[in-house]
């Protein structure tokens, strides 16, 4: 895992799953993460960041822009 700090938070990335994410912290407590999923199979990424989730008792939420209007 690669690590870069972009304050107020730090870009997280898992170059094996094509996995990168935004930690936006407050103060010394992390406040959320947006991760972009860029692999065609984003399966393993998806159960990985899943598993960790409910190891810290989290909940992953959708990207609102990523779901479609009906018309």
Avoid at 15 to 37: H, P, T, W
Wanted: proline letters at 6%; zero cysteines; a negative charge.
């Amino acid at each position: 895992m690669n690590v870069e700090r972009d304050p107020p938070g730090a870009w997280l990335e898992v170059a094996s799953l094509r996995l990168r994410g935004y930690a936006l912290s407050e103060g010394l407590k992390v406040e959320a993460i947006n991760f972009e999923l860029s692999d065609t199979d984003s399966g393993p990424a998806t159960r990985l960041l899943e598993a960790v989730a409910a190891s810290l008792g989290w909940e992953i939420h959708p990207d609102e822009d990523d779901e479609t209007d009906e018309d």
